[in-house]
């Protein structure tokens, strides 16, 4: 994988983004399991363990190639990540900040119930905008 991230690379890699924030805006778990399936479709390997030639640690890769293009393995990775939340815990990994002025993506790690906003920072300002309204 080179180092170096090309203006192509970005580009990429922000169609990627697209894709895994798709899958977090799914309305379920079903819808987001179909998502997830189709990215993994288009980008993911069998899965391997790599040293990278001895310069990290074994890690798994699940894209083409140890030198695969940075959005190949952002993509792959991700989706296999996020495909793991998904049988975890049987729900959609995350989510889109709930807080109307935000709507920024957010992953759900699991355990307790769903969250619904992105930090402490927007589901604060929501409680107490939802205060005010009532008083
Ligand atoms: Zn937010």
Do not use: I, K
Not at 4 to 28: F, I, K, N, S, T
Not at 54 to 73: C, I, K, M, N, Q
Not at 83 to 111: I, K, T
């Amino acid at each position: 994988m080179s180092p170096y991230l090309g203006e192509d690379d970005v580009a990429a890699m922000r169609e990627a983004a697209a894709r895994l924030v798709e899958v977090l805006a799914a309305p379920g778990p079903d819808e987001a399991a179909r998502l997830l399936n189709q990215v993994l479709d288009d980008t993911a390997r069998a899965p391997r363990l790599t040293r990278h030639g001895g310069t990290s640690p074994w890690h798994l890769h699940v894209d083409s190639r140890d030198d695969a293009p940075w959005a190949e393995w952002f993509l792959s990775s991700s989706a296999l990540a996020l495909a793991v939340l998904l049988a975890d815990h049987q729900r959609v990994p995350g989510g889109l900040c709930a807080s109307p002025g935000c709507r920024r993506p957010y992953l759900d790690l699991g355990g307790g119930s769903p969250r619904r906003f992105c930090s402490a920072r927007c589901a604060t300002r929501e409680r107490v905008a939802a205060h005010r309204s009532r008083a």
